[in-house]
């Protein structure tokens, strides 16, 4: 099992993603943290409203049970953002360090899913 897991990763590594397995209790873990972000206004809800207020985070049904999940980070282009503050614009630039978010749901590039399917063959 140990290889075949190790195999994985490396095949992940090769695609410029990272990979962890975590408890999947973690999934409640990043609904707090993203809607207590949100209450305290550290997200706009904008932000959060269009990526980030309609995720599941209730384990698959398919999946009754699941213990562990695999969490996949797939690195995203830089990008500019606005906000407004103080009656001016000020610019952000985001590098490819976004909240980890399930795949399924938000996945931009629709390659992926099929990408990490060959992973696993």
């Known amino acids: 099992m140990k290889q075949w897991i190790d195999r994985f990763f490396d095949m992940l590594e090769e695609h410029g993603w990272q990979g962890r397995i975590v408890p999947i209790a973690h999934l409640a873990d990043l609904q707090r943290a993203i809607c207590d972000n949100f209450e305290y206004g550290l997200i706009d809800p904008t932000l959060y409203r269009e990526q980030l207020g309609f995720i599941s985070y209730d384990p698959p049904a398919d999946l009754p049970g699941a213990r562990s999940i695999i969490i996949v980070?797939?690195?995203?282009?830089?990008?500019?953002?606005?906000?407004?503050?103080?009656?001016?614009?000020?610019?952000?630039?985001?590098?490819?360090?976004?909240?980890?978010?399930?795949?399924?749901?938000?996945?931009?590039?629709?390659?992926?899913?099929?990408?990490?399917?060959?992973?696993?063959s």
């Open 73 to 120: 980070a797939v690195p995203t282009p830089q990008m500019r953002i606005f906000f407004d503050w103080r009656a001016e614009r000020v610019p952000v630039i985001i590098a490819r360090r976004l909240p980890p978010v399930p795949a399924a749901v938000t996945v931009k590039d629709a390659g992926c899913p099929q990408r990490i399917s060959a992973v696993w």
